[in-house]
């Protein structure tokens, strides 16, 4: 058992884990909803992704947050098993959608005269329902079957975790459905745009900067992520299955929540190295503090009702600043 200190510090690295993966993901969401210009068919990618690492930090991260910091788990052992289905099937989407980026990334540099026509709104849902399909076959078949194994306590005092504890089987066949494979494609694909993206920047570096080299560092540190997230706890999970005692407990927790930190990370890579995105959100918060600024002037307003003889802002130049020079209305309001 933890002790009280310990279970402190866990508790709160992983509300501030859970809270950043919800707002970011949040975000994303609100952006395409909210902002026509993002609400593009190759977005329909990044939405379905954000869905997906949403649902992680909400029905998954939160329940191993609790297991894990009381050091048992406290929900009864039906819900341990739809807890173990969410996890693998919503893990297993969010990676299913960072491949399928990837490839719609690559067909748009392939072939961008083909790309409209191949990437069409049909195509980008069937394939979204796919990879939903997909992953919903991994994790609901064989948990309701029995083919998976999980581990759970017999009385609320035991120190046992609702924990899985897979098959050899299993471990290496959902290993490689949800992970190895989609890992190959990504890294195939972002192989062959980051030599793509060398050799346009040598060539621009001749007449151009020579030491510009951001689309690279970009898609080096897109896979870099990824793999740092989650080929641990994929090696580790295919360990286990095999030697129990091969990976101890606490590290393969590490490993696991190493993995559920993607989903706090995706939304930053994958949104904010947008430029349509990041205006977005610098829209959004200007406009957030425009409406802080105009409720600061209606109330300086209302006291320069209540004492005409001691005019304390120019009504005309605030309003003025705060419709047309967002940079300048703290100025003139304050």
Request: net charge positive; glycine share 4%.
């Amino acid at each position: 058992m933890l002790t009280t200190v310990s279970q402190i510090c866990i508790g709160t690295i992983v509300c501030l884990l859970i809270s950043a993966s919800v707002a970011g993901n949040t975000l994303v969401c609100l952006a395409i909803y909210k902002n026509s210009k993002l609400r593009r068919v190759e977005n329909l990618f990044l939405a379905s992704l954000a869905v997906s690492d949403l649902l992680v930090a909400v029905l998954v991260m939160t329940f191993a947050g609790v297991n894990d910091v009381l050091g048992y788990w406290v929900f009864g052992p039906t819900l341990c098993s739809v807890w173990i289905c969410v996890d693998i099937m919503c893990s297993t989407a969010s990676i299913l959608n960072l491949c399928a980026i990837s490839l719609e990334r690559y067909l748009h540099i392939k072939d961008p005269f083909q790309y409209t026509v191949m990437v069409t709104k049909k195509t980008v849902v069937s394939s979204i329902g796919a990879l939903w399909i997909v992953s919903a076959v991994i994790s609901v078949f064989p948990v309701s079957m029995g083919i998976h194994h999980s581990s759970i306590p017999k009385n609320p005092s035991s120190s046992c975790s609702c924990v899985m504890d897979l098959s050899p089987v299993y471990a290496v066949v959902s290993s490689i459905l949800s992970f190895c494979l989609p890992c190959v494609v990504m890294v195939s694909i972002y192989s062959r745009l980051y030599l793509t993206s060398r050799r346009h920047y040598k060539t621009i570096a001749l007449v151009c900067h020579p030491g510009d080299h951001k689309a690279p560092l970009t898609i080096g540190v897109l896979m870099g992520i990824f793999l740092v997230c989650w080929l641990p706890f994929f090696c580790a999970n295919i360990l286990v299955a095999f030697c129990k005692t091969c990976v101890s407990p606490g590290t393969f927790k590490v490993f696991t929540w190493l993995g559920y930190s993607n989903s706090m990370f995706n939304p930053i890579v994958y949104t904010v190295l947008n430029t349509d995105f990041r205006d977005f959100l610098i829209v959004l918060l200007l406009r957030n503090r425009s409406s802080q600024q105009k409720v600061n002037c209606a109330r300086i307003r209302t006291l320069n009702f209540s004492f005409s003889n001691r005019a304390m802002v120019d009504d005309k130049s605030c309003g003025t600043v705060l419709d047309d020079k967002l940079t300048n209305e703290v100025h003139f309001c304050f």
